[in-house]
């Protein structure tokens, strides 16, 4: 008998799994993690006309170490574009999805502290540079509330011995 993927009511799927040691923490086989990444891999190769787009006006902003990359894989999502630094991914919704899945997949990225933005795809395709403004915009906000909650250095620390 074929296994086939089911979801569970809403009701009996309250909290998104913990983080664990097996698939790279997220508790996934290694054998549908490689078949995630092939997939990515593919996707890379061949976006769609939304993911082109946002891409295309992304590229023209100058964003050093976190420019976004696309389609990252973090635990079983594939996230249209990520800025690991800041912790953010873009995701855009193709309706090819079930909203009870990306709502437990944000759930999840959420929870280990990952910012989820969504677009729809008419909406990238309608105004491509105002969507990549916002993303900019929310990239620049995120980079703020990470820089304000880290510890501060003291001033006058040495870190090691001086140079002669």
């Known amino acids: 008998m074929k296994k086939t993927l089911t979801l569970r009511p809403v009701e009996d799927r309250v909290e998104a799994p913990k983080l664990q040691k097996k698939g790279r923490g997220w508790n996934i086989a290694e054998s549908r993690l490689d078949a995630i990444h092939e997939l990515a891999r593919e996707l890379r190769r061949n976006p769609s006309p939304a993911q082109a787009a946002l891409a295309a006006e992304l590229a023209l902003e100058d964003l050093g170490q976190y420019k976004p990359k696309s389609h990252v894989v973090i635990g079983s999502a594939i996230a249209s574009f990520a800025s690991l630094p800041l912790k953010l991914v873009v995701m855009i919704d193709e309706g090819d999805a079930l909203p009870e899945i990306e709502t437990r997949r944000d759930k999840s990225l959420t929870e280990v502290g990952i910012q989820v933005i969504r677009y729809g795809a008419d909406e990238v395709l309608a105004d491509p540079a105002g969507v ?27 870190y090691g011995a001086p140079r002669r």
């Open 132 to 158: 990549a403004r916002e993303t900019v915009a929310a990239m620049k906000a995120r980079y703020d509330e990470l820089r304000a909650q880290r510890p501060a250095r003291p001033a006058n620390r040495s």
